[in-house]
C-alpha cells in the first residue's frame, strides 16, 4: 500500500480517535515503517520513532500495542495503562471478563480510552523508566480476570 492508500484506508475506516492519533504519531516523527493487511478484516500498522506503536484492525475492532523502543517487547495498550495508573487491573478495566455476548464488541480497544489523549503519556512513562514488572503485574491480572478457572 503507498502512504496515500494508507491514509486513505484509515480516512474510510478508522474511528477519528484512531485517525487522530495516526496523525499525531506522523506529527511527531513517528514514520510507518511497516504495513499487512488490506482490509478490516486484518491490517496490522506498524509506526517507529522514540518508540513503536502498533495498530491492528482485526474484524473491524481496533487496537494498539507498544513497545519502549525498536526491537524490544511489544505490550497490549490496555496493560500498559492499567500499569501506568497503578491501579489494579480490574479497577482501571471493571469490565473486562464480564461481557455478554449480546453486547456488540467496541470499536476500539480499550474500550472507552481516547488513544490520542494517552499515548503521549503512555510514551513518556515507558521511556523514561523500566515498567517491566509492572506490565508483567497488570498482565497478570488481567489474565486471572479472563480465565478465572486457570489459577
Known sequence: MSQQQVDEFFRANAPADVQHTVAWLLSSGYVLVSQEGTSTFGALFLFEGDSVVQIIVDRSQWSLDVAAVPETQLWQYDVLLAAQSSQEYGRRFPRVGARTLNVPLPKQLPEG???????????????????????????????????????
Open 113 to 151: 480510552v481516547s488513544w490520542r489523549e494517552t499515548l503521549p503519556g503512555v510514551l513518556h512513562w515507558i521511556q523514561a523508566s523500566d515498567v517491566t514488572e509492572s506490565v508483567t503485574e497488570a498482565q497478570q491480572q488481567r489474565s486471572a480476570l479472563m480465565w478465572p478457572r486457570n489459577r
